[in-house]
Nanobody, 124 residues
Framework: QAQLVESGGGLVQPGGSLRLSCTSS????????IGWFRQAPGKEREGILC????????YYLDSLQGRFTISRDNAKSAVYLQMNDLKPEDTAVYYC?????????????????WGQGTQVTVSS
């Protein structure tokens, strides 16, 4: 089973940017949909956006369009979450997830494989 590892989290000031990476050791990565999720303290995990195996992007949270975007590099088995104009309410643990079964286009969040998460803290 593929493993996912998130990286790139950290402390950033409001208005700043971060790029999170999600890398995989699985050979099926290029055929998989990848989603990004986050869980803030005391809140349920929520979907942010996803990218299909063909590069189609779907936002689970429409409110983040314009600030968050996703891209993938299949040659590196990596997916990136670019976050701009970060706000304190973006503070959360960010997770990536993958599934070879199509999830993204339908808006499904039922991904099979999950990473361990990376902490993002937005604070001055």
């Amino acid at each position: 089973q593929a493993q996912l590892v998130e990286s790139g989290g950290g402390l950033v000031q409001p208005g700043g940017s971060l790029r999170l990476s999600c890398t995989s050791s699985g050979f099926t990565f290029r055929y998989s949909d990848i989603g990004w999720f986050r869980q803030a303290p005391g809140k349920e995990r929520e979907g942010i956006l996803c990218i299909s195996d063909s590069g189609e992007i779907t936002y689970y949270l429409d409110s983040l369009q314009g600030r968050f975007t996703i891209s993938r590099d299949n040659a590196k088995s990596a997916v990136y979450l670019q976050m701009n104009d970060l706000k304190p309410e973006d503070t959360a643990v960010y997770y990536c997830a993958s599934d070879i079964t199509p999830r993204c286009r339908s808006g499904s969040t039922a991904y099979r494989t999950w990473g361990q998460g990376t902490q993002v803290t937005v604070s001055s």
